[in-house]
């Protein structure tokens, strides 16, 4: 973190280093203020920062317009909580089934949609969420369309000591490091090897598959870790809201984490938790003062679009970001 | 460099938000009413907020002897936005009581956020079978009636026609599930089809030609609000009226669907608690001052609704404002001390009403529309439900 | 299953595909010629529905309020195109994908404000009951009045596009802009029209099936999806490929949900096998779609030459 703090330079340095000192002190914070109603706001932003950083991660440095996303986050949530609604409880055990889980879909849904370019992968990720989608709807001993309601959390036990998600404030930190972990992976992995072949892939894979890259293989390794990620924020989503339905696989939810990504800016470290964090604020706070926030809304992104074309990190960094073309 | 923008956006942002915090005072009722505002079934949830804020205004704004506040939100039919909006209402709003769910699916996804901080519900609507049995909680009040009860009444009334075959169709959800329960629990005679549809689903050719086929002499169903208007127009444009009696539970059948699908409506047969013309005083009344206000013929979401104010009226009352002694507050719910406008009222061990139920026929209310009329006999007399044995209550 | 069950769930499922070919037509032509992804082609179909109701309720005509509906959302359309769309053909998909979301927010609210978040439309009232079509098969008459509809459409289309000089213009746009433009077609006219076009074919299809669904803020967002498939199989930018691409969705899903619910009811208990039945019917459209992309990738009739 530092490595890169360097890298950026002073002033960029030190709001990094304020943003992280907030997101830590936040909970206290809140508290203090008699505000502690808006900790499950920030649990949200920061699980949504994380499905749309691993997003990102396919997308803006993958060159992989994939609409199917959500699927990924849906299936690390719904195997999570199918699992503590069948009386299993360990936190451990949720995260691996969920690596395991998305990883395999990952790995069938990459393999073949990968095969495809442009709209027609785009078309194919797609269709591979929606039948997901539907099947959560027909299987009613999980809830169906109605939704599973999952009283229990995860439960991690650390050398004598027990962590449960239950508690707001373990969630937020837990998500909090996730968060943290993925963001440094993500910038040690822009500059290494594999993320200059990325690049290089993403930005003529013609050229690169030329040059001699196994372009099919390096492109299904970045979406089956991208998939891995998303699994881990739907896991903890669920832990945060007790309750998953099918909507989460829905392709207005995959739509939703692909607004977050080009709104704070595609292939940048802090797109994905920039963009989650101005939709949701953006939607918090014009819901409470109008009923017809998302209105102004879509009129914040069509700005964002028109006229910031590199996303909000783009507009604060002035310049092209390392990293993108 | 423009991070300081983004900066004072962000700051901005945040006083926003800290502009949004009311001031919590003490010696009110605060009440959070969630309820589905917006969608084609937005009629239930309207209906419920109006009867109970009626009741307040009535009341001189006060429930109990305590100014009330009302806070009323719309969860747009999605079980996630209400969860979104009880937690606002519990946690930050710090409400006495929640209130007002139309659809039983909703209520189950946002319910653990009021049991979880200890907060009463007041169930206006939504009775799911889970929470009168085995899942029954002593902050859970319901005040309408059991889900299956208005179909167990509906049954009996089927037995009472000689009626042998019936093809049954609700939503795939829970109420659904529970209506055609009860209704099987009841009739005697032969079910030819059991079609579970998708809530909220509203083209319904594929399941029309269905029962078609089947060749019933009488559909059952249970779709409320909008599900339940396009159904009986489709009906009725498939010719199926002719040939099959359509029996209906109270929610199909009331004022909301009247008015949408007009003449075809006229002498079918429902089933309620509750029916526009009865005559004790609390409903002459209420009937009379809703017309006034609203300008049109209450429904039984719109009695349930007033019920629910009446209810929480009494409890305040009889612990004399002090909100803070939870324990007594549920002890004076459940005696139920208030005159409601079905006639008698009380709860069973499970917190559920025992009650009478009716069976009603749709005709002319004199002035060239049609209404809800009862017949005076109950079709099902201090019934309560089928559940109660398995919840660990017992009084 | 008795045949006169199949038929009527056919005609059934003739009239689903009908209408989303509506939405496919207008849709497939945008992609085709202007290379744009539009995803607020659903909110033009929810404009049109909520301008019919409107006018229908204004006028006291089912026709008038319908004609006037398609005129307007057509002007609407055409509208967009100019002031905004038009910014977009230049940029990169997810540009487009993000602005045309943007749009979305924007309409869905925007309705909202003006016409609250439902309005009532029925069916005229000539046509509220049924037709007699065989001994024992009985059909709305309103549903007949959408499978009129949709063919006349169709046909008029296809004529349009195969027949006249206009046509001809967007085949070539749709199989290839840079030449086109270089032949001398006035592209900027071109694209305006063919936007209000697929405008106005999306408030046929909105006007027609409001008395059936519901005409509400949203309606668009499921409908779009589907669209979008039927063109992806169909081959994007022609429009034969819409229509033989809706009517095979639109078999698929409606046959798929009542013979599966039929087969599953054998060995499921009712609500699983209601739930199953459409849900599995929905993944055939898409294993379909998927099939399809395997075996001819560009679709089953690519209008790229």
């Known amino acids: 973190m530092l490595s890169a703090a360097r890298r950026l330079g002073g002033a960029q340095a030190s709001a990094m280093l304020g943003a992280a000192l907030l997101a830590l002190a936040l909970p206290f914070v809140l508290r203090a203020l008699g505000l502690d109603f808006y900790q499950s706001l920030a649990s949200r932003i920061v699980v949504y920062a994380i499905a749309a950083t691993s997003l990102n991660l396919v997308l803006g440095y993958g060159g992989l317009v994939s609409f199917g996303h959500a699927a990924f986050v849906g299936l690390g949530a719904y195997t999570t909580g199918i699992l503590i609604a069948e009386g299993l409880q360990s936190g451990t055990l949720h995260l691996a089934a969920t690596l395991v889980v998305t990883a395999a879909f990952a790995l069938v849904i990459g393999g073949i949609s990968l095969r495809t370019r442009g709209v027609y992968f785009i078309m194919i990720t797609l269709a591979f969420a929606q039948m997901l989608f539907y099947f959560a709807n027909s299987v009613k001993g999980y809830g169906g369309d109605e939704g599973l309601n999952v009283r229990a959390r995860s439960l991690f036990s650390l050398g004598g000591w027990l962590l449960d998600l239950k508690n707001p404030l373990a969630l937020y930190y837990v998500a909090l490091a996730v968060l943290a972990v993925s963001l440094m992976a993500l910038a040690r992995f822009v500059p290494s090897r594999f993320g200059r072949a990325m690049l290089a892939i993403r930005d003529d894979d013609v050229r690169a598959e030329a040059i001699g890259f196994a372009t099919y293989r390096y492109k299904l390794v970045m979406f089956v870790v991208a998939g891995m990620l998303g699994g881990v924020a739907g896991a903890l989503s669920v832990n945060l809201q007790g309750y998953v339905s099918p909507n989460v696989l829905h392709w207005t939810q995959s739509g939703t984490l692909m607004v977050m990504v080009i709104l704070g800016g595609v292939a940048t470290v802090w797109g994905g938790l920039m963009g989650a964090a101005v939709l949701l604020l953006l939607q918090e706070v014009l819901g409470s003062h109008t009923e017809h926030g998302e209105f102004w809304t879509g009129w914040v992104l069509l700005a964002v679009v028109l006229f910031a074309r590199r996303g909000l990190v783009g507009l604060m960094l002035g310049r092209p970001s390392k990293g993108a073309a | ?193 059991e079609n579970y549809t998708k809530l909220g689903q509203l083209d319904y050719a594929a399941e029309l030609a269905e029962i078609r086929a089947a060749r019933p002499q009488a559909v059952y169903i249970f779709l409320p609000g909008g599900m339940g208007i396009n159904f009986i127009k489709q009906y009725v444009g498939a010719g199926l009226g002719k040939d099959t009696t359509l029996l209906l539970p109270g929610f199909s059948a009331d004022q909301d669907v009247i008015n949408p699908v007009g003449a075809a409506m006229a002498g079918l047969f429902n089933t309620a608690h509750w029916s526009p013309d009865f005559t004790n005083l609390a409903n002459v009344k209420f009937v009379a001052e809703f017309q006034k206000e609203y300008k049109r013929v209450p ?51 499970n917190q559920y009403p025992i009650q009478n139920y009716y069976v009603r026929t749709i005709g002319n209310d004199g002035k060239g529309g049609l209404v809800n009329k009862s017949f005076n006999e109950p079709i099902l007399k201090n019934h309560g439900d089928a559940y109660v044995q398995s919840c660990a209550m017992k009084g | 299953m008795s045949g006169l069950l199949l038929l009527e769930q056919a005609l059934n499922g003739l009239q689903f595909g009908l209408m989303l070919f509506l939405l496919a037509a207008g849709l497939t032509l945008v992609f085709g010629v202007m290379d744009m992804i539009n995803l607020a082609h659903g909110s033009l179909y929810m404009v049109g529905a909520f301008l019919a109701a409107w006018l229908v309720a204004l006028t006291g005509s089912f026709v008038l309020g319908a004609i006037g509906a398609v005129i307007l959302t057509a002007l609407f359309g055409m509208a967009l195109e100019m002031v905004l769309l038009r910014t977009l053909y230049a940029r990169d998909h997810l540009s487009q994908v993000l602005a045309t979301y943007a749009l979305i927010l924007i309409l869905n609210e925007g309705v909202k404000m003006i016409f609250g978040n439902d309005l009532p439309l029925s069916a005229p009232a000539a046509l509220a009951g049924p037709v007699e079509l065989l001994p024992g098969l009985m059909y709305p008459a309103y549903r007949l009045l959408i499978l009129g509809v949709g063919l006349a459409i169709a046909l008029l289309l296809w004529l349009l596009v195969q027949k006249t000089r206009l046509g001809a213009l967007v085949r070539a746009g749709a199989s290839n802009r840079t030449m086109a433009t270089a032949m001398g077609t006035n592209i900027t006219r071109l694209f305006t029209l063919v936007f209000g076009v697929g405008a106005a074919l999306c408030a046929v299809a909105g006007a027609l099936l409001g008395p059936l669904l519901a005409v509400q803020v949203g309606m668009g967002e499921n409908i779009l999806i589907l669209a979008f498939v039927v063109i992806v199989i169909g081959g994007i930018g022609s429009i034969r490929g819409a229509l033989v691409g809706a009517l095979l969705v639109g078999a698929i899903d409606t046959l798929g949900r009542t013979v599966l619910q039929h087969v599953l009811r054998e060995f499921l208990p009712p609500q699983w096998a209601s739930a199953a039945g459409p849900a599995f019917a929905s993944v055939a459209v898409y294993v379909f779609m998927a099939a399809v992309l395997a075996l001819k990738p560009q679709g089953l009739f690519p209008a790229r030459g």
């Open chain 2, 1 to 193: 460099m423009k991070s300081p923008t983004v900066a004072a956006a962000v700051a901005a942002l945040l006083a926003g938000w800290l502009g949004v915090l009311p001031a919590h005072a003490a010696d009110k009722v605060k009440v959070g009413f969630v309820s589905t505002l917006s969608g084609p079934s937005s009629a239930l949830g309207v209906d419920i907020r109006d009867g109970f804020l009626l009741a307040v205004k009535l009341n001189g704004g006060k429930l109990g002897n305590l100014p009330a506040e009302v806070l009323v939100s719309d969860d747009q039919f999605k079980p996630d936005v209400a969860k979104q909006l009880f937690e606002k209402n519990i946690k930050r709003d710090k409400v006495d009581f929640m209130t007002g769910v139309v659809f039983s699916n909703i209520m189950l996804a946002a319910l653990p956020e009021a049991l979880d901080a200890g907060t009463i519900y007041i169930s206006p609507n939504a009775a799911p079978s889970s929470m009168a049995g085995k899942d029954c909680n002593p902050l859970f009040f319901a005040v309408s009636w059991p889900n299956d009860a208005y179909h167990e009444a509906a049954g009996q009334y089927a037995n009472t026609r000689d009626l042998k075959s019936v093809y049954l169709v609700a939503p795939n959800y829970q109420a659904g599930k529970d209506s055609l329960a009860g209704f099987k629990r009841t009739f005697k005679g032969q079910v030819v089809g």
């Open chain 2, 299 to 349: 429904t039984l979401y719109a009695s349930q609704g007033y019920d629910a104010a009446l209810l929480i009226d009494a409890a305040v009352r009889d612990t004399k404002g002090k909100l803070e002694d939870q324990a007594a507050v549920k002890k004076a719910l459940k005696a139920a001390r208030f005159e409601s406008v079905r006639g008698p009222f009380k709860f069973n061990t």
